[in-house]
């Protein structure tokens, strides 16, 4: 595709259900980021994926989170037993190859309300 | 820790008019980029302009400036002739030698007729 596409544009769920988001990176792009963007702050790092390897999950705010990238491409970032705290914006950017000073380009994100 | 600092919470302009956003961040590395990212309402993030740390001279992108003074960790952006379509939020970001990009909590900037 043209751009970094994310799935869904918006979600809403109730406290502790489980969600999936999705995000497709630029064709051919091996680096993958995950941040997220709480209301009236910037974006903040989640995790970093190398071709199908989470080189960084040091973002990651505890266990509930895990993300996934299996083929090297197309990721998901998972939520388990979502939180009214897990509200926010979650955005997906990738670059070429990871390497310092790349541009990472960014998705629309996809906007998670938790009543 | 790294952090970036964006102390106008909120800017507003006319439009035609140059207006200026300010940054200031601090790492320990000597190695380094750093960047302007414009989020308009679709909340797409879009890459403005971006700055070698290594490089003196100042990037130039069109109608977007920045003055970079490394010594005062300084990475100011100037926006000339403003448009209508410039309000959105900007964000400044540095990037060393970790994976992520560290970002500031966002300038709203608002260009008026």
């Known amino acids: 595709g043209a751009g970094v596409s994310q799935t869904p544009s918006n979600k809403v769920t109730e406290k502790g259900k489980y969600v999936e988001l999705r995000c497709d990176p630029i064709?051919?792009?091996?680096?993958l980021y995950w941040y997220r963007q709480s209301l009236g702050q910037g974006p903040e790092f989640l995790i970093y994926f190398q071709g199908t390897g989470a080189a960084d999950d040091s973002g990651l705010p505890n266990d509930r989170f895990f993300a996934v990238r299996p083929e090297g491409s197309v990721s998901t970032l998972k939520i388990q037993r979502t939180e009214r705290g897990d509200s926010a914006v979650y955005l997906c950017?990738?670059?070429?190859?990871?390497?310092?000073?790349?541009?990472?380009?960014f998705g629309p994100g996809t906007r998670l309300l938790v009543l | 820790a790294q952090t970036v600092t964006q102390s106008q919470p909120e800017m507003s302009v006319q439009e035609a008019e140059t207006v200026t956003l300010s940054c200031t961040y601090d790492t320990s590395e000597n190695n380094y980029y750093l960047f302007w990212y414009k989020q308009p309402p679709s909340r797409q993030m879009i890459l403005v302009i971006r700055?070698?740390?290594?490089?003196?001279q100042n990037a130039t992108e069109n109608r977007f400036s920045v003055n970079f003074q490394k010594a005062a960790k300084s990475f100011s952006l100037k926006i000339s002739d403003s448009q209508l379509g410039d309000t959105a939020m900007y964000f400044c970001a540095f990037k060393d030698s970790g994976y992520a990009l560290n970002f500031g909590k966002g300038t709203s900037l608002l260009v008026t007729p």
């Open positions: 950017a990738s670059s070429q190859s990871g390497s310092l000073g790349e541009t990472q380009y």
């Open positions: 064709s051919g792009h091996t680096a």
């Open positions: 700055q070698e740390a290594y490089k003196q």
